[in-house]
């Protein structure tokens, strides 16, 4: 009988990675990425103030403020019309009017803390449709306490 001598090949490990897997992953990531892009960018512009502390002593006297009450009902303020009753229709009438008159006439918008915010973000997105190339917001300083 013939003795066979075993030899063991010894095999190199393997020190690739494989990144197929990798790479597919990735590309789903990148197609959902592009996909939601686009819906995040929706939305209402608001001109958000840049300094830190201060407030302003004052409202520009002709600028345009719609206020939402707790309720959810619209006012506007323009020129010497102070606190008139606006439906969502007037409330664009009146803006669009003035801006077509005076483009640059700042539009800010005041409400109640108790108000629904949507109701904010409607009267934002109507100022808007109506030309206003930007909406301000008009935030009162906290009450203080009595002592």
């Given at each position: 009988m013939i003795k066979?001598?075993?030899?063991?090949?010894?095999?190199?490990?393997?020190?690739?990675?494989?990144?197929?897997?990798?790479?597919?992953?990735?590309?789903?990531l990148l197609v959902i990425f592009m996909v939601t892009?686009?819906?995040?960018?929706?939305?209402?512009?608001?001109?958000l103030p840049q300094e830190r502390t201060g407030a302003v002593s004052s409202q520009p006297s002709e600028s345009i403020v719609i206020t939402v009450d707790?309720?959810?009902?619209?006012?506007?303020?323009?020129g010497?019309?102070?606190?008139?009753p606006a439906s969502d229709?007037?409330?664009?009438?009146?803006?669009?009017?003035?801006?077509?008159?005076?483009?640059t006439t700042p539009v800010?918008?005041?409400?109640?803390?108790?108000v629904d915010y949507g109701k904010v973000v409607r009267a934002m997105a109507i100022a808007q449709r109506a030309g206003a190339p930007e909406v301000g917001l008009i935030?009162?300083?906290p009450e203080?306490?009595?002592p």
């Amino acid at each position: 009988m013939i003795k066979r001598s075993r030899t063991r090949v010894r095999r190199r490990p393997m020190a690739e990675i494989n990144v197929v897997p990798y790479i597919d992953v990735m590309l789903v990531l990148l197609v959902i990425f592009m996909v939601t892009a686009p819906l995040i960018t929706q939305g209402v512009k608001v001109a958000l103030p840049q300094e830190r502390t201060g407030a302003v002593s004052s409202q520009p006297s002709e600028s345009i403020v719609i206020t939402v009450d707790e309720f959810g009902d619209y006012y506007i303020d323009v020129g010497g019309d102070r606190g008139t009753p606006a439906s969502d229709q007037i409330l664009f009438d009146r803006v669009r009017l003035v801006l077509r008159n005076q483009p640059t006439t700042p539009v800010l918008i005041r409400a109640d803390h108790r108000v629904d915010y949507g109701k904010v973000v409607r009267a934002m997105a109507i100022a808007q449709r109506a030309g206003a190339p930007e909406v301000g917001l008009i935030v009162a300083p906290p009450e203080r306490a009595a002592p």
